[in-house]
């Protein structure tokens, strides 16, 4: 069975650039989650999706974070624009209702 | 939301038993209790969960306290391949798992 898959794996782009994250959830997956981990930190939750809904984006940055997952399954987290602080991993999780969530490798930014 | 401590760092050695603590006391009645662990350059990765009662899987076991204000993660024979950094967490009624800083396990040969 394939697990989440993220793209791009490492990114690096200039402030006030924009960039946006791909993730592919395990197929079967209603509940898609987007996180953020700062080096030695644990993941942060920035918004959980149920199905195309996003049920929990109280933790993302509205003025320049968006994310949308369109039919319920793909999802994309968007940046625009990216400034120094927001160098971190991306992370991508998904599970089937709220059981044990999988994850993807991440998505490494970095923001000079 | 929920909070849990856990040591920042444990070391142990090939093929010995490793005890995780984690204290966690504001849990609630109906939250689970769950661990995870993150190995370098990777996302992270499910061991278990419980919400009362002791539980085994393959990769571990927990030991759940009578009050539930914490919880051990229990590796019964710890392999260099279980160096990481492990996380607990508790899930309140918004299903939302916060994660702390971890416990960084490192195994020596």
């Known amino acids: 069975e394939a697990g989440v898959v993220q793209s791009p794996r490492y990114k690096i782009i200039e402030k006030k650039q924009p960039v946006a994250f791909w993730c592919n959830p395990i197929?079967?997956?209603?509940?898609l989650y987007w996180y953020r981990q700062n080096l030695g930190q644990g993941p942060e939750l920035l918004i959980r999706y149920e199905n195309e809904e996003a049920v929990d984006d109280s933790q993302l940055p509205k003025d320049r974070f968006s994310a949308e997952r369109l039919k319920g399954v793909d999802s994309t987290l968007k940046i625009q624009p990216a400034e120094l602080g927001d160098s971190a991993v991306y992370l991508c999780?998904?599970?089937?209702?709220?059981?044990?969530?999988?994850f993807g490798p991440g998505t490494r930014l970095t923001v000079l | 939301d929920a909070k849990t401590t856990q040591p920042n760092s444990m070391e142990s050695n090939e093929e010995e038993p490793v005890h995780l603590p984690c204290n966690h006391s504001t849990i609630s009645g109906t939250d689970y209790i769950h661990w995870y662990r993150q190995l370098p350059s990777q996302g992270p990765e499910y061991v278990i969960h419980g919400l009362t009662s002791n539980v085994n899987n393959r990769m571990a076991s927990l030991a759940i306290a009578e009050d539930r204000k914490s919880s051990t993660l229990i590796l019964h024979r710890a392999t260099l391949r279980d160096a990481a950094v492990y996380y607990c967490s508790h899930a309140g009624n918004n299903r939302k798992l916060i994660w702390g800083l971890g416990t960084s396990l490192a195994v020596n040969p």
């Open positions: 197929s079967g997956h209603n509940t």
């Open positions: 999780a998904s599970s089937f209702q709220y059981a044990e969530q999988f």
